[in-house]
């Protein structure tokens, strides 16, 4: 006999609770609780592990999954080399972003190859318009507008595709469970059981899910867990550039990063990240400077823009798009006590060019001197770039693969770059075109870049 009971579940955290209750104790939003029916089986399991199935680790047969490449440069990149068979792909984002866009168009421009899209937000016209759209004619794509999971199975026992996507995980539903989709039990259910179907058929699966405006996967973080690899795709709206991320991946590297534009016609790689920087560069004006970032594994230049202007209303503003708004207060900070900017007075605003987002401490840097050819106005010349961490006290510090980071200055025509004093001491090799200035504190820099 099952015993029927239910439970509380946080739609944003998925943390459980036996009572309701308006704030979830465990992330703090609140309205976040769901009830929901959670059968409890009152049979004794009587489990017994035969002691042949206990294996030495080396004694397990090692086949690497077979991977088959998806046509796409930058999608094969973040999979760490091509879809894995048998492997559940999590693709996260913001509603808007593409990510119906990315996956249709993979789909069809994958030729001979048999891929099931499944879709449960829109109807078949309107994937049919999407798909006009990116113009590419393929007999082997098949759509399914459906959203039970067991009739999405037994559709795809039927048609045995190559790939399968479900368009996305929120709306589905398994009969297996009463509450609603989107509903914490519901969406990890249904992934488990596509998880599963996937692992017995080989049947690489690819889940779309929807993301909070917190940066999470929509409630179903559990999500993250059941499935192989979980790709982010991010950007701003209003510009064209999207970065694919890799949050987690069972089968290769977790920093692996894919750029795209996207334009009338669909998505379009961007084989070349630098371009970005390249793309919308006006000269010399107060304010910007250039970070040598590096982004997953691939180097990026980068430009920062800074605008402090006094305050009128004596409470100053501060806003950073693209950029952790804490660190830019930190920097602020650092430039006020270090550098005797007088920051407090005046408002401040910071912006990523390209519409991109960067956590690479190494832009600490470009952004404390984008900030400070603001506040005294004076430009940066427009061929310098910078790569170092700023400390609390204002010293220069070291970052991570900087000879790849001067590498690509160097290539894009800088003719000087902006290092720390400790990267410098042991760089490997000193040959480059670009002039190389080893730095240890701000006052350094200031000298060197305002005279
Ligand atoms: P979509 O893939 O529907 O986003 P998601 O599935 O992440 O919600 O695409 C979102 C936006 O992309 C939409 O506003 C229209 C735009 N778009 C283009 O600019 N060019 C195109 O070729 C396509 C297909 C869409
Ligand atoms: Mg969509």
């Not at 179903?220 to 970065?243: N, S």
């Not at 693209?322 to 920051?343: C, H, I, T, Y």
């Not at 003719?415 to 400790?422: A, E, M, R, V």
């Amino acid at each position: 006999m099952a015993k029927v009971k239910s439970a509380y579940y946080c739609r944003n955290c998925g943390a459980k609770y036996a009572k309701w209750s308006g704030q979830c104790t465990s992330c703090g939003e609140w309205n976040t609780l769901d009830e929901e029916i959670i059968s409890k089986s009152t049979v004794k399991s009587n489990y017994k592990v035969s002691p042949s199935s206990v294996r030495k680790i080396k004694d397990v047969e090692f086949s690497p999954g077979k991977r088959f490449s998806l046509n796409n440069a930058e999608l094969d990149r973040v999979l760490g080399g091509g879809l894995v068979e048998g492997s559940v792909v999590l693709l996260g984002g913001e509603p808007g972003i593409g990510k119906s866009t990315l996956l249709l168009q993979m789909a069809i421009s994958l030729k001979n190859t048999t891929v099931l899209y499944v879709s449960g937000e829109e109807s078949e016209y309107q994937i049919r318009m999407r798909a006009e759209r990116i113009g590419i004619e393929n007999d082997n794509t098949y759509l399914l507008a459906e959203t039970e999971v067991e009739a999405i199975i037994s559709a795809s026992e039927n048609l045995k595709p190559n790939i399968l996507i479900l368009d996305s995980i929120q709306t589905m539903r398994t009969a297996k469970i009463e509450s609603s989709p989107g509903t914490i039990s519901q969406v990890r259910e249904c992934a488990s059981e596509l998880q599963q179907y996937s692992k017995q058929t080989g049947i690489p699966v690819f889940l779309i899910g929807h993301i909070t405006k917190d940066g999470s996967i929509a409630g179903p973080k559990i999500l993250e867990h059941i499935v192989d690899t979980v790709l982010q795709f991010e950007g701003d709206r209003h510009h064209g550039y999207r970065i694919l991320r890799t949050l987690k991946n069972r089968f290769g590297s977790a920093s692996e990063l894919g750029i795209f534009e996207m334009q009338d016609t669909g998505l379009r790689e961007v084989s070349n990240p630098s371009e970005i920087l390249l793309s919308d560069r006006e000269d010399d004006l107060p304010g910007t400077a250039v970070a040598a970032t590096i982004e997953g594994v691939r180097p990026l230049l980068l430009e920062i823009q800074a605008l402090v202007s006094p305050s009128p209303y004596g409470n100053p503003q501060r806003s950073a798009n693209g950029f952790d708004q804490r660190r830019m207060n930190m920097l602020l900070a650092v430039l006020e006590k270090r550098s005797g900017m007088k920051m407090g007075v005046n408002d401040v605003f910071l912006n990523v060019t390209g519409g991109i987002r960067v956590d690479d401490p190494a832009v600490d840097l470009t952004v404390a001197a984008a900030l400070a050819s603001s506040y005294h106005d004076i430009n940066i010349d427009s061929k310098i770039c910078l790569a170092a961490e700023v400390g609390l006290s204002g010293e220069i510090r070291p970052v991570n693969k900087i000879e790849q980071r001067i590498g690509e200055a160097d290539k894009l025509g800088f003719h000087t770059i902006l290092i720390s004093k400790n990267n410098y001491k042991n760089l490997a090799r000193k040959d480059f075109k670009i002039k190389i200035v080893s730095v240890s504190r701000l006052s350094d820099v200031w000298k060197y870049i305002f005279g």
